[in-house]
């Protein structure tokens, strides 16, 4: 007997798996995020335009501090993600679910579609957000986060983690993301559908981006 499809999209119920981002495709985290860039650029004297803030969304930061020119240039990537990891304030800004977001991976689950988290944060951010955030921890088969791989997006490799992990062929998966380098490591991996979030990227970015549809929020992939 196949996987139960009612309560889902049709394009979603007949995929074997879903690889999903988190920031921006799950969870609000942007306002979050920026606080605490901007609290560790200012404590360091730096003064940075607002596109540089742009270039981190949907990347690990420290890739981003490798390759991006900037007064940090030359200095150690991983400890200046821990500089701005510190700076995260989550009573100023709390994290908050997207609409429809649990109830979609509740509904994925419960229609048998293994899910895996394919997300550029790290471990501890993803279990707070789908543990004690969204609450839907135990729906997810695996967390591919910054520490799973050695190239983060767009690079394929985060996306062909989620794949294996989840035993699935990349063909077969549907992939949920809200930026272009998601959409970009979700394509070159493979994926049979990529889905893109108009969380935060308009539409029209989304669909240059190489999504193959775009929706405003996963609450739309919902049927009822």
Same mark, same amino acid.
């Given at each position: 007997m196949g996987p139960v499809s009612g309560g889902l999209?049709?394009?979603?119920?007949?995929?074997?798996?879903?690889?999903?981002?988190l920031d921006g495709t799950l969870v609000d985290s942007e306002p979050a995020n920026q606080a605490a860039y901007r609290s560790?650029?200012?404590?360091?004297?730096?003064?940075?335009?607002?596109?540089?803030?742009?270039?981190?969304?949907?990347?690990?930061?420290?890739?981003?501090?490798?390759?991006?020119?900037?007064?940090?240039?030359?200095?150690?990537?991983?400890?200046?993600?821990?500089?701005?990891?510190?700076?995260v304030d989550h009573d100023a800004h709390p994290l908050r679910p997207l609409?429809?977001?649990?109830?979609?991976i509740r509904r994925?689950?419960?229609?048998?579609? &293994?899910? @895996?988290?394919?997300?550029? #944060?790290?471990?501890?951010? $993803?279990?707070?957000?789908?543990?004690? /955030?969204? !609450?839907? =921890?135990d729906c997810f088969t695996a967390l591919i986060t910054w520490e799973t791989v050695g190239a983060g997006k767009p690079d394929?490799?985060?996306?062909? &983690?989620? @794949?294996?992990?989840?035993? #699935?062929?990349?063909?077969? $998966?549907?992939?949920?993301?809200?930026? /272009?380098? !998601?959409? =970009?490591?979700?394509l070159a991996a493979g994926v049979g559908l990529v889905i893109g979030v108009a969380s935060g990227a308009d539409r029209g970015t989304l669909l240059d981006g190489g999504a193959h549809r775009v929706v405003a929020g996963p609450g739309d992939l919902l049927k009822s």
């Open positions: 999209d049709p394009q979603l119920a007949g995929r074997r798996a879903a690889l999903i981002d560790y650029f200012t404590t360091r004297g730096w003064e940075v335009g607002p596109d540089v803030y742009r270039q981190f969304a949907g990347r690990r930061g420290a890739d981003v501090f490798a390759q991006l020119p900037g007064p940090w240039t030359g200095e150690d990537a991983a400890a200046l993600v821990e500089g701005v990891l510190a700076h609409a429809g977001a649990a109830e979609l994925l689950h419960a229609a048998g579609v &293994a899910i @895996a988290l394919v997300t550029s #944060a790290k471990l501890s951010w $993803a279990e707070y957000a789908v543990g004690d /955030v969204l !609450g839907v =921890r394929p490799a985060p996306y062909l &983690a989620g @794949a294996d992990a989840v035993g #699935a062929p990349p063909a077969d $998966a549907v992939a949920l993301e809200d930026t /272009v380098p !998601g959409l =970009r490591s979700a």
